[in-house]
C-alpha cells in the first residue's frame, strides 16, 4: 500500500473497521446518478429520506415497467458516510439482479439482507443500511401513488 492510499482502521490502528465488498463499493459506487444528471433523468418513482442522527440523505430513483411491476433500473445518490454510500450502492444491486425484482420482491428486502451482503457494517453504522430499506420503500410508495393504488403504499 502507498503513503497515499488511505488506511481505514479500529482506533487502535489494527483491523479493518470495513469489509471488501464495503470498500468496494464506497470506492467504486454501482448505478450512481452522478450530481447535476437528476434533473434529465426520467423516473418513474422517486424516494426521498434522510437521517437527522447523522445527516445522511439518500435519494432512489426507479424506473418501473408498467406490466410486470419490475424494477428495470434504480439509480440513486447518498450524502453520506462510506457506510450510507456502500449500503445504497448495494441495495442498487440487489435490486436490479436477475433482470430485477418485482416490486413484491423488492418490498421484502429488509436491513438485514444489505447488511449480509455487505459483510456488515460497524454497530454504530447499522442505521445507514436502515435508511437504504426506506428510500426504496418511499420511492416504492411514489410509484403507488403515481400509478393510482394509493391502498398499496407501505409504512417507510
Known amino acids: ?50 437521517s437527522p442522527a447523522c445527516g445522511d440523505e439518500m435519494v432512489l430513483w426507479l424506473k418501473i415497467d408498467k406490466k410486470s411491476e419490475r424494477i428495470t433500473e434504480c439509480k440513486w445518490q447518498t450524502f453520506g458516510c462510506a457506510s450510507a454510500i456502500a449500503s445504497t450502492s448495494m441495495l442498487s444491486v440487489m ?7 418485482t416490486i413484491e420482491e423488492a418490498l421484502k428486502i429488509r436491513p438485514q439482507d444489505i447488511l449480509a451482503r455487505l459483510g456488515g457494517l460497524p454497530a454504530r453504522k447499522i442505521h445507514c443500511s436502515v435508511l437504504g430499506d426506506q428510500a426504496l420503500r418511499s420511492a416504492i410508495n411514489d410509484w403507488f401513488q403515481k400509478t393510482g393504488q394509493p391502498k398499496r403504499t407501505v409504512t417507510v
Open 1 to 50: 500500500m502507498s503513503n497515499n492510499e488511505a488506511k481505514i482502521r479500529d482506533r487502535e490502528g489494527k483491523a479493518w473497521l470495513y469489509t471488501d465488498v464495503v470498500k468496494e463499493h464506497f470506492f467504486n459506487p454501482k448505478n450512481l446518478l452522478k450530481h447535476g444528471e437528476e434533473k434529465d433523468y426520467k423516473a418513474d418513482a422517486l424516494g426521498r429520506v434522510g
Open 95 to 101: 435490486v436490479l439482479e436477475n433482470g430485477g425484482m
